[in-house]
Structures are given as C-alpha cells and as structure tokens.
C-alpha cells in the first residue's frame, strides 16, 4: 500500500466507530470513560471538536474508491451538530465560552477543522446557519486565558471570525496581543517553556508549533515577518526533537498529557507542508509513520471500539483531572501529513534512517530545555532531565511527570496516588520526612550540559515547614547505564530513597536478584532492571513492586513493576550517594560494576563486560573501595 493511503486508511479506521456512535439530532459522541473536573457542557464539546479536527483532515484529503458515502455521513452529522450545539435555543447548545473555560481550548481546534476542510464542513452551510456558529464563536472575545499556551486558542477563534466575515474591530489588537505573549515564551532554540507551567516537554510539539505552523500557513500572509519567525523556530526545534523517537517509533513517555499519544508527532507535517524542516521527507515520513503505528498496533481501544486514555494499552488512571473520555482525541493532530498532496516528497520519496537507528547510538544536547537526548545501540531512547522542572502548579498533575533523571522508551516510569502529594521513587532520589511527608525535585536549574555528563541543581522540599535539603547531581552514562552522583545536605532529619528505573511487568512474575550493594529484577520477556550502590551515605536494599492486584496500578507502560530502591537511616547534615542504574534486556551487560579506584575528582570502574569506565569530574569525592566481591548476575 502506498504511504499516502495507509494514513487515509487510519485515519479512517479512528473514524469507523466514532461514526456508529453518531446519532441525528445530537451534538456530542457518547464515548465511554471518565468525567474531567470542567463540567459536562464542557465534556459533550471536547467529544464533539476532537473528532471533529480527525474528521477535518481525512475530509480535506483525497477520497479512496467507493467512500463517498462514508464521507457524506460524517461531514453531514458534523455539520449538523455545528448548527445545534452553537444554537442557543436548541437542547444541544454548547453554551457559551466563559473565562478560563475548556470550551476555549476545543473552539479553537473546531475553528481550525473549519478552516482546513471548509468545502466539507463550512460553505455548505446557509448564510443564517453560519451567522449562527459565529455568533456562538464570538462568545470567546474578551473572556480571560491561562497564560500558557492555551492563548493560542482566542488567536485561531478570532482569525477564523475574521476569515469568515465576522470580525470585530478589536480583533487584531488582541491577536496582535496574545502572540506578542506567546513569542515572549520562546527560550531560544526553537524551545518554548509553557507559560504558568514553566515546563519543556511534548507540549513544544502539539501546542506551540502545532498552532504556530498552522497560524503561519492559513494567516501568516498578513504578518510575513512574524510567519518567517515562527517557521524558523519550528526548523530549529525539530532538529532537536527527531532524537526523541526510538527505531521503534515510540518516544518516551514525559510531561503532561501523555494520553494524546501520536499527537507527538504534529508539527512533522506542517513543516513539510511550510518547507521549513532540514530533515530528510524520508526521515520524516518514516519518524511519523513508524510512531502511528506503534500506537495503532497496541491495545488502546476501549468496548465501543474508540481510544481509551492510556499510553500503550488502556489505563484511565493515566490522565490527568482535566481529561475525559474524548481526550485521548487530541491525538488527531498526528495525522497533519495528510495535508500535503500525495505526489509532495513526503509521500513518494525513499524512507531514511532515524538517528536513532544510527550504529552505537548518539547524544544530543539540548541547552535551551536542559535536555540530553540519548541513542542506545538497541534502538531505544532515553531523555535525561536537567532542566524541566516541576512548577508549584505543575504538582497537581503528578511530580513523576518531570521529576526523574531518566524518561526511556521501553522503560516507562511510575505515578504515584494521590497525585500531587506523592512522589513515586524509580529514577529519582528522594527524601522522606519523620512526619510521612514525602519530596522529591520540585525547581531544577541545569549547570552542566555535555556529550558525556550533565549536572543540576535542586531541592528536595517545600514552602509548609520549611523543608529543605539541597542537592547537586551529575549523571554520566555508559551504554544502558547511568552512574549518578548525588550530594545533598539535609537541613532536616530525613530519610533517603534513591530508585532505578521502574520494570514494567505484564503479570507479577518477576526474578528479583540481591547482593550487598546491587539489587536486580528480571521479567518473564528478558527485560530487567538493575541498581548498585557504589558509596556514600551508608544504605539498604528495599523494593518498590505492584506484583498482584490488591495494590493500584502504577506503571505507564504496564500493570505491574518491580524498581529497586536503596534507602539510608534517618540522618541530618551534609552527605553524598554514587550509584550506578541500568535497564534493558543483555545479561551480560547487565552484571555489576567494580570500583577500581576512587580519587577525588577521579574514578575508575571496571565491567566484566563493558570494560574499564574512567569518569573525571570536579564533584567526586575521595572513595576507596571496598573489596567486596558482588554476585553475578546468572
């Protein structure tokens, strides 16, 4: 099948049971799942637009044989339900927009889908039917925005208005307004730190370029200017962001929202169609076909036949409190390519290697972020975090989601319950106080960014109490390890956790290997976890597993996990851990690390399979080591 039609053909297989769930005279989708914390007005919306923009890209795109029908039906029970849910008299009204309202987000999708298939969706409609949508949109002027990238939503309403004769003399002034404070988010690089959230995370990919691009090409002829700038920081970012998928396709889980799954891959298409990537088309088709449908071939549909919130299978837990059932949805931003015309290179040129299929891997360092993107020589990636940080309203989303030192593809990480008091231990060093209150890093500055090493700074703590241990750590990595340093002092009595990486496990079968300063667990498929401790402050082994049903889910990949955990005494004052954490499925590779030596500022570690590993960094402290002889990994 030709890649142009595979695409059309996905996106029409997302549409199939959407399509039996529509019903005449309604202006919402009854899909199955949870409630989010807006209200159902602004639920029935979001299960209306979502599809709505999915329906916009496979309309506007060149039919297959024999789907006129199909087409016709969907086209027809959108518009309808256009006309009734903007109708103010009608039992399906919408309602109207209202500050900081979640209609604001959906409108602006809707006005886009408009936009993008207007011989589908908005011409065919009558002169008082579209005076009547308007009226509706119109209800989005003046109402007060999140200072994030939720600004671009009154800049794509107020442009659609514009564009469809409805315009208001104070509309340019506030489009002017609202971009002139999305550019001041731009951190350089093609990097935007969201607003309020003051993360760097997927939300780069399917917000700010996503409705950069796009504002560009359907509006950027009225500011040229402004247009060259958001194209030429959409080439700078996917320069960066190409390392973040794996061979497989997949990329690490990270941030917010991952339930939008292949939404990740939004700005790819809109770049080709803009001309402004320096990436191969091949490259680029190959990054987002190989991510659809690494998705697409996972259990992720829920009985009705329709995306369930989850990431690789269906877990509700997943989502975030302003999600409900039509969320996962978002993901219809994945299927921009087929705005390009079948004959665009995109489509008919030979597909080209990832970087992440290059031999031996590769590092790329992302100064702007505070992120090093990492090729492992099995294909997978891995993100190290010096610099998205956990803002104070990021914590009711799940500190998890920006807290660890390493995201990776095939490894996953863990949430932990209740989400915004908890702090899950895999991929991180936290410290546990003698009132059960539980920190991990909250604000994060990288210091050090290499190929080879980076360095940040932070706090384990928080404003109630007063609760404060600074902390410095550096990671180096080697193949699938990371050998971190973590110097702290503790100006409190605490308790600290330092976790591997967190094992996803299918069922509660697991092998759980112990020495003295190394713990291991092996699942049934050959996947493992590992975590050696190789000084410091003086610590035990402990395990942090969900291996029955009786506990709640918490892994992001898969029901059950198993992550090693070494913990110290309760203890106060300055002090330092160096460890060494690894995963993935060569058992060889997998044995422990022997310390050599351990100079200040100098240490050598030897491998039985990997080799001698020399590390010089001004943060080692004099080690000597211990001649303790470590069990094999069998």
Request: proline share 7%; net charge negative; with cysteine.
């Amino acid at each position: 099948m030709k890649p142009y039609d595979h695409w059309r053909d996905q996106a029409r297989r997302l549409l199939e049971p959407l399509a039996v769930l529509m019903r005449p005279g309604r202006a919402d989708l009854p899909l199955a799942g949870r409630a989010s914390d807006h209200d159902a007005q602004a639920d029935r919306l979001e299960s209306f637009a979502r599809p709505l923009f999915l329906a916009a890209l496979y309309l506007q795109s060149e039919p297959e044989p024999g789907a006129g029908a199909f087409r016709e039906k969907i086209a027809a029970w959108f518009r309808a339900g256009l006309i009734l849910g903007a109708d103010p008299a009608s039992s399906e009204s919408w309602g109207p927009d209202a500050s900081y309202h979640q209609h604001h987000v959906e409108m602006g999708l809707m006005a886009l889908a408009l936009q993008l298939a207007p011989a589908q969706l908005w011409t065919p409609l009558d002169a008082d039917e579209r005076a009547c949508v308007a009226a509706w949109f119109a209800t989005a002027r003046g109402g007060g925005i999140v200072n994030n990238n939720h600004l671009f939503m009154s800049v794509h309403i107020l442009e659609f208005l514009g564009a469809a004769g409805h315009a208001h003399r104070t509309d340019r002034a506030v489009i002017t307004a609202h971009l002139d404070q999305l550019e001041t988010m731009h951190r350089g690089g093609g990097w935007f730190e969201d607003g309020i959230n003051q993360a760097f995370d997927h939300y780069n990919a399917y917000a700010f370029h996503f409705y950069g691009l796009l504002w560009a090409h359907l509006h950027g002829d009225r500011e040229p200017v402004r247009a060259t700038r958001w194209r030429a920081w959409a080439r700078l970012f996917l320069a960066d962001y190409q390392h973040f998928f794996a061979a497989s396709g997949e990329h690490p889980a990270f941030g917010r929202s991952i339930t939008y799954r292949f939404n990740a891959i939004a700005p790819f298409g809109l770049a080709a169609l803009a001309d402004c990537a320096d990436l191969p088309p091949g490259r680029m088709r190959r990054l987002c076909t190989r991510n659809l449908d690494f998705f697409l071939s996972k259990p992720i549909a829920t009985m009705q036949g329709c995306l369930a919130a989850g990431f690789t299978d269906v877990w509700p837990d997943i989502v975030e409190p302003y999600s409900c059932a039509a969320s996962p949805y978002w993901c219809a931003k994945g299927f921009t390519p087929l705005l390009l015309p079948s004959d665009h290179p995109f489509w008919t040129v030979e597909e080209a290697p990832l970087p992440s299929e290059a031999p031996g891997g590769f590092v790329r360092v992302m100064r702007v972020p505070g992120l090093i993107a990492r090729g492992l020589p099995d294909g997978e990636v891995e993100l190290l975090n010096a610099g998205s940080m956990v803002s104070s309203t990021q914590l009711r989303y799940g500190p998890w989601k920006w807290s660890k030192l390493s995201y990776r593809t095939g490894a996953g990480f863990c949430y932990a319950f209740p989400e915004g008091s908890c702090w899950s231990p895999d991929g991180a060093l936290l410290q546990t106080l003698d009132d059960g209150r539980v920190f991990g890093r909250h604000s994060t500055v990288a210091v050090e960014l290499a190929d080879d090493h980076l360095g940040f700074a932070c706090n384990l703590g928080f404003k109630t109490g007063q609760v404060n241990t600074a902390v410095e750590t550096f990671v180096f990595w080697r193949q699938g390890w990371l050998f971190q340093l973590h110097r702290y002092e503790a100006r409190q009595p605490v308790v600290l956790r330092l976790g591997g990486f967190a094992l996803p496990l299918a069922d509660g079968n697991v092998r759980l290997d112990e020495a003295e300063d190394y713990i291991a667990a092996w699942s049934s498929d050959g996947r493992a976890t590992a975590l050696q401790v190789l000084g410091g402050t003086p610590a035990e082994a402990r395990w942090d597993n969900r291996l029955s049903a009786v506990e709640p889910r918490r892994h992001v990949l898969a029901p059950f996990h198993a992550t090693p955990v070494f913990q110290t005494a309760r203890h106060a004052g300055p002090g330092w851990i160096a460890a060494l954490s690894w995963t993935g499925r060569d058992r060889a590779a997998a044995r422990p690390w022997r310390l050599l030596s351990g100079d200040e500022g100098h240490w050598r570690l030897d491998h039985p399979e990997l080799g001698a590993w020399e590390i010089d960094h001004w943060s080692l402290p004099m080690h000597a080591p211990q001649p303790v002889e470590l069990a094999p990994v069998l």
